[in-house]
């Protein structure tokens, strides 16, 4: 059976976790491949609401498999922390839940360390979740991170951690006069995570494969979006992982032929969270509007969140780069009653006139949008069912969404909950 993905198509904060919760009804297993509990997902299922900062939303299903795999960064104390968390509400993840021995631990001073170069005065500052995410991968890629695999086993934790508290800690008190941590308090607390973990991890990458060959639905949930990807987001302002589909072999152990049939999520505008560039920002009312009819503050920060028209150019690089499937276009009752509704077809660059998204992050920045309005709708749409029972302007401005992005849209979600949704039948 051929999987499925599903893949932010903005800036992240797309209403990912509901299409995830509505199309992982079919999955066997679900799988996290990148990013670490920076993200946030908001499920909202029979009027319990649930945010996800880690743990894969295959674990709201009773009869699914989740996996961490070696693509994550993960936080043992967001891990536990959540793993509790549906414990205490009578969700029991035993069995349920595989985490990649691969993959990499955020630690103590990978938080410390994002606090500190997110408060220096100089260079860039990113904006970044605060959750050591950086950090970590940068470890990670400097090869000397501490893997699931060390975590559980203590010689090579303690050996591990040494080198790694020894070298933060010249760092800390040298280059950012700041306190070191200590090493013994760290220690034992990474060693109890670790032996209550154990029973988790495994090598997922084998795991995922034999259930590809056992034809089992394998589902891949992204997290963030293809504009903060690392190589190919708006760079620096990104986040330090391969946030779209292409992360997905790499960050599992899957071939990249298994990536399946893929989803990208867009709202119907647009917004993000942290600096960078962001051509389509409405810096008046109706950003503010957008903001409050919308909930747009973050999940795991709970800063407000940018916020601006649909973003055509760069919907459609996401969805090129990505090869996208089918659109899903959420939060589309968001926008009912405002009078007109912005769609940025085209950017002005320095006097002429670009229809593609330029990688080039000084170009994005000097972008100013060219919009083309659409008439609002006041109809309140989120009883509705069916495409045909949407306002006309309504449709209208869902079908040159995904004429211009070129992707045929699946999936329109019209309101927060599992029900509010409309999906089209395949072709
Ligand atoms: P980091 O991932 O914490 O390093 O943050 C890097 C950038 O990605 C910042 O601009 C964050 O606001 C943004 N970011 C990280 N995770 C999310 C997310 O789940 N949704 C939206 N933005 C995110």
Same mark, same amino acid.
């Given at each position: 059976m051929p999987a499925t993905s599903v893949i932010g198509a903005?800036?992240?904060?797309? #209403?990912?976790g509901k299409i995830i919760d509505l199309a992982t009804d079919r999955a066997d297993v679900v799988v996290r491949f990148q990013g670490g509990a920076n993200a946030g997902h908001t499920v909202i299922v029979e009027g319990n609401k649930f945010v996800f900062h880690?743990? *894969?939303? #295959? &674990?709201?299903?009773?009869d699914k498999l989740n996996v961490l795999a070696n693509g994550v960064v993960i936080d043992p104390v967001v891990l536990l922390d959540e793993v509790g968390q549906f414990e205490n509400r009578g969700i029991s993840l035993d069995g349920r839940l595989r985490v990649s021995g691969a993959a990499h631990c955020v630690m103590p001073y990978h938080r410390v360390l994002d606090g500190l170069r997110e408060g220096q005065k100089a260079g860039v500052v990113?904006?970044?979740?605060? /959750?050591?995410i950086g950090p970590a991968y940068a470890d990670k890629a400097n090869r000397c991170g501490i893997r699931m695999w060390d975590l559980i086993d203590e010689d090579r934790l303690r050996a591990r951690l040494a080198a790694n508290v020894h070298e933060k800690n010249r760092l800390f008190t040298r280059m950012f006069e700041s306190d070191p941590l200590d090493f013994d308090e760290m220690f034992e607390v990474a060693r109890a995570q670790g032996r209550k973990l154990k029973p988790l991890v495994s090598d997922t990458g084998a795991l995922l494969r034999e259930a590809l060959a056992a034809d089992k639905h394998v589902f891949f949930e992204g997290a963030q979006g293809v504009m903060l990807d690392?190589?190919?987001?708006t760079y620096p302002f990104v986040?330090?992982?391969?946030?779209? =589909?292409? #992360?997905i072999a790499a960050g599992t152990?899957? *071939?990249?032929?298994?990536?399946g049939h893929q989803i990208g999520v867009a709202k119907a505008y647009c917004t993000r969270v942290g600096a960078g560039p962001f051509p389509?920002?409405?810096?008046?009312d109706r950003g503010e509007r957008l903001r409050e009819g919308g909930g747009e503050?973050?999940?795991?920060?709970g800063r407000p969140r940018r916020c601006g028209w649909f973003d055509v150019p760069a919907a459609r690089y996401a969805a090129e780069l990505c090869g996208f499937d089918g659109l899903a276009l959420t939060k589309?009752?968001?926008?009912?009653?405002?009078?007109e509704i912005g769609l940025v077809v085209a950017y002005e660059i320095d006097g002429e006139t670009v229809e593609s998204y330029p990688v080039d992050t000084p170009l994005i920045e000097r972008a100013k949008p060219i919009v083309k309005m659409f008439p609002g709708w006041?109809?309140?749409?989120?009883?509705? /069912? =069916?495409?045909?029972?949407?306002p006309a302007t309504c449709r209208a401005f869902v079908e040159e969404i995904s004429a211009r992005v070129g992707v045929r849209w699946e999936i329109v979600s &019209?309101?927060?909950? /599992?029900?509010?949704t409309i999906i089209r039948e395949a072709p």
């Open positions: 903005q800036w992240g904060d797309e #209403g990912k880690l743990l *894969p939303s #295959g &674990v709201l299903r009773e990113i904006g970044t979740t605060g /959750r050591g690392l190589d190919h987001g986040t330090s992982s391969n946030s779209d =589909s292409l #992360g152990g899957v *071939p990249p032929r298994a990536i389509s920002e409405l810096h008046d503050f973050g999940a795991t920060t589309l009752d968001v926008l009912s009653g405002m009078e006041s109809e309140d749409v989120r009883a509705v /069912r =069916s495409f045909q029972e949407l &019209v309101g927060p909950g /599992r029900e509010s």
